[in-house]
């Protein structure tokens, strides 16, 4: 690195002479428009925020690799999982999801847990969470949702009201409820949670041959979580607890590291499985679908700027590669529009000539123009399609797989409706002290709803999944089971 001194310039590159007094009219007169300088420096200023996420605005990144393991080219053609020693590098940005930008890190909720990897055939992005499920299993639904976990539009407060009348109306969201009440509602760090697309996808084989798949990203740091008390303590002391432990982390050379596995489930068996295969307010049975190792993801390196790597990175469970494709999972539709738009308002339409988003494989297409142009814009190539000047040609071997639908054209909701086992089940694998905790960790959440008419309503879906589960709640609540549930 040169020691040569390097001036100050403005944002056009010409010297600036003096950054410490604004140019006046004598030493007391006024200030003179004339001051490029200082004008720049204060609208720049007045521009430096670009909106904030609506959800998971408050996020912490970092680079590294991920290596197979185990090759997967028996069930997709996706390269990035092709080959052991197969290394890809990826981008990693953990969030929570209703905090705002400055939100405290250690607050009970899900982690985003969202990985752009930069393969050899685009970017591939696999936007999921630190819970294997989710609240609602309706995209039509999030809107309504995620106001119940902001705040409330007259008091500018979190509200409980709101929160449990959402939650006792939607059963669905039983399964996932029980999770984020649960130990793991509030991880030790970033690197002690498990992470998982959650939703379930499609590989496709280089013979067209598929399956639906759904991803577990494993921590090999083992899975810690923090107390109600502690959380509470550091979102008062150090509200970027686990943003700062991250970066110290791979600063000290200490790189997290999970394991991914998949499970597979054959096509045909989504028509007989007990529960639907493509709700993602459910799981499905391990012991039904083995995991299946396939890779190791290693973070080595920190973001050297937060907002040009971290708040200007942008990810979508659209942003697919050949051999992996959505599945017909109602919210994983919804976020394939969702995230694109989020992007385009959020940071602009070019977002993916940003570096961080920027595939590391050469883009070649048609799209021209628009704001913050900041490539050459294809130059003087041809600029439509079709065309007889040596332009870019489509590669029919990407083309996502045929398949069959049926069903008339309509607002239809899901016909599969348990939505008490999965939830009794993992209340009944918890061991007596973290159903203790889960109980008070729920009667200190519903305590302060005014309508007892909410609380019996939840009670009765807790109930429904484990009748101890109703009961416990209940009696924490000075509440009793109504008789026409028992
Ligand atoms: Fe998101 N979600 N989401 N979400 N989500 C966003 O996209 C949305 C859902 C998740 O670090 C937004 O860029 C809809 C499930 C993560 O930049 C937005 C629905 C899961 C991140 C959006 C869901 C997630 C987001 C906000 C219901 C786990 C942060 C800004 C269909 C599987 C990604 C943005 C990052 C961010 C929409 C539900 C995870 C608004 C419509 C389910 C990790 O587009």
Known sequence: MSNQIKHLTTSYGAPVADNQNSMTAGSRGPTLIQDVHLLEKLAHFNRERVPERVVHAKGAGAHGYFKVTNDMSIYTKAKLFNGVGKTTPMFIRFSTVAGELGSADTVRDPRGFAVKFYTEEGNYDLVGNNTPIFFIRDAIKFPDFIHTQKRDPRTHL?????????????????????????????????????????????????????????????????????????????????????TEDLFNAIEKGDFPKWKLYVQIMPLEDANTYRFDPFDVTKVWSHKDYPLIEVGQMVLNRNPENYFAEVEQATFSPGTLVPGIEPSPDKMLQGRIFAYSDAHRYRVGANHNLLPINRPKVEVNNYQRDGQMRSDNNSGHSVYYEPNSFGGPTELPAAKTTAFQVSGAADSVPYDHNDHYTQAGDLYRLMTEEERTRLIATIVGAMKPVERDEIKLRQIQHFFQADPEYGERVANGLGLAIPQEVK
Do not use: C
């Not at 709101?162 to 029980?178: C, G, K, N, R, Y």
């Not at 690197?191 to 041959?209: C, D, I, L, P």
């Open 158 to 242: 979190k509200n409980p009201n709101a929160i449990w009348d959402f939650w006792s109306l939607s059963p669905e969201s039983l399964h996932q409820v029980t999770y984020l009440m649960g130990d793991r509602g509030i991880p030790a760090t970033l690197r002690h949670m498990n992470g998982y697309g959650s939703h379930t996808f499609k590989w496709v084989n280089a013979q067209g041959e598929a399956v639906w798949v759904k991803y577990h990203f494993k921590t090999e740091q083992g899975v810690k979580n923090m107390s109600n008390d502690v959380a509470a303590k550091l979102a008062g002391e150090n509200p970027d607890y686990h």
